[in-house]
């Protein structure tokens, strides 16, 4: 059973490009969290969302940041118009069950986006 | 609102010594508890967690994690450590029944000498 999967897992963009991130959760997950780790921080939470449905962006910039968790497919994570703060580990996790359970959260390897 | 404490930047120990790696937590209800470590260009790998029930709860790698509600406490511990347990190790904490969203101490740095 693969775990979850990130891809790229390393990604350098010039700013003002855009950066898109990849997620796939593990199989049987339907519940997808996304977090920022900057240097010498935690991690921090971006967006929890369930298949087709964005449940809580309030950790997410207002600006510039999207995601998505089509019906078939990774989820996505779009960064437009990127700057050099948007350099960070943007670590993708899922659950099986619903996020009120006590089920613990899965994480992928990260992507490490540099903005040049 | 929910955090999380992680009082030293760095911990050193010598293989076969104890291991202590703190955490201290603020929650508005009762918590759940979690351990993360995180090797280099790694993912966060789940350690073990505090749900309810037994205070010590036990997780993979011979570690265990005490909760104790009147210190607000979850310290991670190993009787006796490995080189290979040199990473990075993060506590969290959720809000049980009415959040998800997980909020991640700094990190410390364990770094066990041979």
């Known amino acids: 059973n693969a775990g979850v999967m990130q891809n790229p897992r390393h990604l350098v963009r010039r700013r003002g490009q855009e950066a898109r991130l990849r997620c796939s959760p593990m199989k049987g997950h339907s519940h997808v969290y996304w977090y920022r780790q900057l240097p010498e921080e935690g991690l921090k939470f971006m967006v929890y969302l369930q298949k087709e449905n964005i449940i809580d962006e309030s950790g997410m910039p207002k600006e510039r940041f999207s995601a998505e968790f089509p019906k078939e497919g990774p989820s996505i994570l779009r960064i437009q118009q990127v700057v050099r703060g948007d350099s960070a580990a943007y670590f993708c996790a899922s659950s099986t069950e619903g996020a009120w359970s006590s089920y613990e959260q899965y994480f992928g390897p990260g992507t490490r986006l540099t903005v040049t | 609102a929910q955090s999380v404490a992680q009082p030293e930047d760095q911990v050193n120990v010598a293989e076969g010594n104890p291991l202590t790696v703190k955490c201290t937590y603020s929650?508005?209800?009762?918590?759940?508890l979690f351990w993360y470590v995180q090797y280099p260009n790694r993912g966060l790998q789940f350690l073990l967690k505090y749900i309810t029930g037994d205070n010590l709860v036990k997780g993979s790698y011979g570690f265990e994690a005490e909760f104790n509600k009147s210190q607000t406490s979850f310290h991670l511990k190993k009787p006796s450590a490995l080189v290979s347990d040199s990473a990075l190790y993060f506590c969290?904490?959720?809000?049980?029944?009415?959040?998800?969203?997980?909020?991640f101490g700094a990190g410390t740095t364990v770094t066990v000498r041979a």
């Open positions: 929650v508005s209800g009762n918590p759940y």
């Open positions: 969290a904490v959720r809000v049980r029944s009415n959040d998800y969203k997980l909020s």
